[in-house]
């Protein structure tokens, strides 16, 4: 399967990727998350899912979903079973054991004070 | 002049309106939920454009875009008999494939129409195009991923392509006097959009088995006259529906 960015793959059908999906009765089709880019070089933003049987009616679907009522240059959709997450077991993974405060923004904060009082320490003593 | 003109940009906005109407029908009974979104949103789309076209003959001192829709005798409407068509038992090939045909004749034609010579219409269809380029890649991707995959699927295509055929052909009859809307450049001949509607179709459905043989002046006959203010037999249900909430109160503003 070649490539599902969109900075590659365009929204021109591209029949001859189509793989068939094989339903049996209730079944769904897959499942696509669709990412909405707001602006030009802008962060694309994770918005929801839907079904669609191909990528490409996942574009198509996706454009009246999700980018209907708001800005939009760009749709991304990537299947569902292609992302992978970490469990909710795993929270503690992003719990920091000792403080790690001085990661956080506020760890910036009056940096130009800070630095002025280091270099006074270094003045030579005359 | 003012007639032919009145001819013209009625064609367009009757098209749309029908169109628009008819597809607005699948709403609640799409497929699925996110299909019956889209195809909704696209009927809104066509009813949208028909008020700009007939936005365009208000403009000149003629009647409102509502008196347009609403308030009007049945032999003075333009659209072509393949939009009038009702959604039978709602099959959803019929449904598809019908928005596969009239949206690539809107392709053709708006592409004609970005080029017109009369300003106000060369200007609307410039407009109106980032719309109709999605339901063009809509109609095209559907159509192209249905008529590659089950029997099922490709069965009723087939007879929904049957159902349709004349009727998407005679989306070409020339318009009345439509010699001298040529010859002011406003519209290419009907012949011209005919040419590059096939051109633009036929290599969709010749790989899935959808093609035919242009059909036959006998079965392409009583498909024709929709120019000329022959309605076609669905017409009149269709119209005393959707006039039905304006008729009862025909003064309001809405």
Redesign the interface.
Known sequence: MSSLDPRIQR?E?R?SQ?T?VQLEPLDH?PIYEVFVQRTRGGHAQHVGS?????P??AL??A???YA?RSQCVALWVVPTEAILWTSAEDEDLFQPATDKSYREPQGYLNTRERLEKYRDRLKPIS | MLENLQTLILTLADDDLFMGHRHAEWIGLGPILEEDIAFASIAQDETGHAQAYYQILTDLGLPSPDEWAFRREPQNFRCAHLVELPNFDYDYAVALLRHFFYDAFEKVRLQALTRSAYEPLALLAKRLQSEEKYHWLHARTWVERLGRSTEEAHRRLLAARDLLWPYAWALFEPLPNEAEMVEAGWIPPSQTLQEEWFALIQPILEPIGLWKEPPSSSELAPCLGARYGQRSPYFDQLYAEFTEVSASEPDADW
């Not at chain 1, 839907?50 to 191909?54: S, V, Y």
């Open positions: 929204a059908p029949l189509i068939e089709w839907l079904h669609a049987p191909d490409d009616l198509v679907l454009k009246e979903q209907r």
